[in-house]
């Protein structure tokens, strides 16, 4: 049977392609548009690249497809060349889906939360999806609880308010303090990486703007507007002043970090009472935060925390297919013995690479060396910024190892002159270590594997002198481990490093400059190779680098 998952919201779109219950392709829009999120394409959305593209890999048209099936909070138009033959899901049914499909678990519990799902209609008035917590075994997915919110439209709908959304409430916290991505949605990301610069002064005035008892999350639209007058008042008491205006926007970053991890946590506590299960799931937007997901994991009884690398919206793509696959096609769950690959975008050829570098002509000089492990770790040891382009990318905003730029993280300076001569964005953001599994407790305080970077556990006080440049100013680091079977030339890679070095530790953050996609294409990275400081690009076997004066 083979299915095509559509997902997205109104950003993030994907699709992905799950044949006889195996999921064989799956790609975001933005990664074949060059269009960040895939926000605001508009009609051209109704070209729906990523269903071509991953139809076109598997040697298939759209005819030879058994289903079509997205979440019915996708822009429609997406699936306009689809619409008569689609079948639609629940928002968080989709979320649910992609991460307990995707989980090592047998029995688990499903915890998903974002901005807002699915709408539905409740006394007369507009509400979405805001928490919505499953339990999920061989028999499939059923909802213990849910939370949902009254949608309050705004001129522009970036602006709408959602009762009793986490999500909201982080992004309307990140867009008070000055952080934007494109087309004017919040930056969650950069307010989860400045928070451990702030302080405790308004945690306390923060909780008093929404209720939080045994596991149910409440927030009015008073509450909410309140939240935003606050951060409006305190900025402008300091405007003017520049250090006191970011100590207003470090001490905000603090607080709603703050209040995400313990209602993360209380959810979870309240989860695990009602299932007894060991077992939790995460996904939606706010399973991002890496910090609060390790939380969970550290302070709530269950023993093992499984988050899809597609989180977001994005990985809805994937949770339609399987569940598709699963529910629709009556198939019983059973777990994977291998750990779910998130490396599911097309593999490029050798000769496609060569063209790509071919097309640049004199600006780049070529070699392939006999050992390209050595020949790489030889140049990171010696300070070069490397671009890693290797195999299938990554689904998900996180860089695993086959769009990455890698780095020597011993380098204290390494990670300020990354981000002002390679990714051009604010000096406070960190940067992630990569490290084998085998070897991650000795670095780090937590044996728990996490392939796709989505725990932050702390840096051993006796190493964070040794990877300072990947060690945050509250000693955290967000972690990614590597299997030899999962990515083989990463590990490798790191193998070569660490018989130089004796640190099995590289920095490692998604291959792109600030608000651009991940790189794709060969074509991609050469650009962005060639457009940054970047040192040297390593595409398959092919070293590149640049030319005297390129």
């Given at each position: 049977?083979?299915?095509?998952?559509?997902?997205?919201?109104?950003?993030?779109?994907?699709?992905?392609?799950?044949?006889?219950?195996?999921?064989?392709?799956?790609?975001?829009?933005?990664?074949?548009?060059?269009?960040?999120?895939?926000?605001?394409?508009?009609?051209?959305?109704?070209?729906?690249?990523?269903?071509?593209?991953?139809?076109?890999?598997?040697?298939?048209?759209?005819?030879?497809?058994?289903?079509?099936?997205?979440?019915?909070?996708?822009?429609?138009?997406?699936?306009?060349?689809?619409?008569?033959?689609?079948?639609?899901?629940?928002?968080?049914?989709?979320?649910?889906?992609?991460?307990?499909?995707?989980?090592?678990?047998?029995?688990?519990?499903?915890?998903?939360?974002?901005?807002?799902?699915?709408?539905?209609?409740?006394?007369?008035?507009?509400?979405?999806?805001?928490?919505?917590?499953?339990?999920?075994?061989?028999?499939?997915?059923?909802?213990?609880?849910?939370?949902?919110?009254?949608?309050?439209?705004?001129?522009?709908?970036?602006?709408?308010?959602?009762?009793?959304s986490v999500g909201w409430m982080y992004e309307a916290v990140?867009?008070?303090?000055?952080?934007?991505?494109?087309?004017?949605?919040?930056?969650?990301?950069?307010?989860?990486?400045?928070?451990?610069?702030?302080?405790?002064?308004?945690?306390?005035?923060?909780?008093?703007?929404?209720?939080?008892?045994?596991?149910?999350?409440?927030?009015?639209?008073?509450?909410?507007?309140?939240?935003?007058?606050?951060?409006?008042?305190?900025?402008?008491?300091?405007?003017?002043?520049?250090?006191?205006?970011?100590?207003?926007?470090?001490?905000?970053?603090?607080?709603?970090?703050?209040?995400?991890?313990?209602?993360?946590?209380?959810?979870?506590?309240?989860?695990?009472?009602?299932?007894?299960?060991?077992?939790?799931?995460?996904?939606?937007?706010?399973?991002?935060?890496?910090?609060?997901?390790?939380?969970?994991?550290?302070?709530?009884?269950?023993?093992?925390?499984?988050?899809?690398?597609?989180?977001?919206?994005?990985?809805?793509?994937?949770?339609?297919?399987?569940?598709?696959?699963?529910?629709?096609?009556?198939?019983?769950?059973?777990?994977?013995?291998?750990?779910?690959?998130?490396?599911?975008?097309?593999?490029?050829?050798?000769?496609?690479?060569?063209?790509?570098?071919?097309?640049?002509?004199?600006?780049?000089?070529?070699?392939?060396?006999?050992?390209?492990?050595?020949?790489?770790?030889?140049?990171?040891?010696?300070?070069?910024?490397?671009?890693?382009?290797?195999?299938?990318?990554?689904?998900?905003?996180?860089?695993?190892?086959?769009?990455?730029?890698?780095?020597?993280?011993?380098?204290?300076?390494?990670?300020?002159?990354?981000?002002?001569?390679?990714?051009?964005?604010?000096?406070?953001?960190?940067?992630?270590?990569?490290?084998p599994e085998a070897r991650q407790a000795e670095y780090f305080?937590?044996?728990?594997?996490?392939?796709?970077?989505?725990?932050?556990?702390?840096?051993?006080?006796?190493?964070?002198?040794?990877?300072?440049?990947?060690?945050?100013?509250?000693?955290?680091?967000?972690?990614?481990?590597?299997?030899?079977?999962?990515?083989?030339?990463?590990?490798?890679?790191?193998?070569?490093?660490?018989?130089?070095?004796?640190?099995?530790?590289?920095?490692n953050t998604s291959f792109n400059d600030n608000e651009e996609?991940?790189?794709?294409?060969?074509?991609?990275?050469?650009?962005?190779?060639?457009?940054?400081?970047?040192?040297?690009?390593?595409?398959?076997?092919?070293?590149?680098?640049?030319?005297?004066?390129?």
């Amino acid at each position: 049977m083979r299915i095509l998952g559509l997902g997205g919201s109104h950003h993030d779109f994907a699709a992905c392609l799950v044949q006889d219950g195996r999921i064989t392709w799956a790609v975001e829009e933005e990664r074949l548009t060059r269009v960040k999120i895939a926000f605001g394409l508009g009609p051209r959305l109704q070209e729906c690249r990523a269903a071509d593209h991953v139809l076109e890999q598997a040697g298939l048209t759209a005819q030879d497809v058994d289903l079509v099936i997205a979440n019915d909070f996708l822009n429609p138009v997406y699936s306009l060349r689809y619409r008569d033959r689609t079948e639609w899901i629940g928002h968080h049914l989709s979320h649910a889906a992609s991460t307990f499909y995707t989980s090592p678990f047998e029995r688990s519990a499903v915890m998903v939360l974002d901005g807002r799902g699915s709408e539905l209609e409740h006394r007369g008035e507009r509400h979405g999806e805001t928490i919505t917590c499953y339990e999920g075994d061989a028999t499939g997915l059923r909802v213990v609880s849910s939370t949902h919110g009254r949608v309050t439209t705004a001129p522009r709908r970036l602006d709408d308010t959602y009762e009793n959304s986490v999500g909201w409430m982080y992004e309307a916290v990140s867009k008070s303090i000055g952080f934007f991505t494109v087309g004017g949605m919040g930056a969650p990301g950069k307010t989860m990486g400045l928070a451990p610069f702030g302080g405790p002064r308004y945690v306390k005035a923060v909780g008093e703007l929404y209720h939080l008892q045994d596991g149910a999350f409440r927030q009015s639209v008073a509450q909410q507007q309140a939240l935003t007058r606050l951060i409006a008042d305190e900025l402008a008491l300091v405007a003017g002043d520049e250090r006191a205006t970011e100590e207003v926007r470090c001490d905000f970053a603090h607080a709603v970090q703050a209040h995400t991890e313990r209602i993360m946590i209380d959810l979870a506590r309240a989860l695990h009472r009602t299932t007894g299960a060991r077992n939790l799931c995460l996904a939606g937007g706010v399973a991002l935060n890496s910090v609060a997901n390790y939380k969970i994991l550290e302070e709530t009884p269950f023993e093992e925390v499984h988050v899809f690398p597609a989180a977001g919206d994005n990985g809805t793509a994937v949770g339609a297919a399987l569940h598709g696959h699963y529910a629709l096609g009556r198939h019983t769950w059973e777990p994977s013995p291998e750990r779910f690959s998130p490396y599911l975008g097309r593999l490029y050829s050798e000769q496609e690479m060569t063209a790509a570098v071919t097309a640049a002509g004199g600006r780049v000089r070529v070699e392939r060396p006999d050992d390209l492990f050595a020949t790489t770790a030889r140049e990171l040891a010696r300070g070069a910024v490397v671009g890693w382009f290797q195999g299938r990318s990554e689904i998900g905003p996180r860089a695993l190892g086959n769009r990455s730029i890698l780095a020597d993280p011993r380098d204290p300076g390494m990670k300020d002159r990354i981000n002002a001569k390679v990714k051009h964005r604010e000096p406070f953001r960190p940067f992630a270590p990569v490290v084998p599994e085998a070897r991650q407790a000795e670095y780090f305080d937590s044996a728990t594997p996490a392939p796709y970077m989505l725990l932050v556990p702390r840096v051993r006080e006796e190493k964070r002198a040794v990877i300072p440049a990947v060690t945050h100013v509250d000693g955290s680091a967000r972690l990614q481990t590597v299997m030899s079977d999962l990515n083989p030339r990463l590990h490798g890679l790191l193998e070569a490093f660490d018989r130089i070095t004796g640190v099995p530790v590289l920095l490692n953050t998604s291959f792109n400059d600030n608000e651009e996609p991940i790189v794709e294409t060969p074509e991609d990275a050469v650009r962005c190779f060639l457009g940054t400081d970047l040192d040297l690009l390593v595409l398959g076997d092919l070293v590149v680098r640049k030319a005297a004066g390129a």
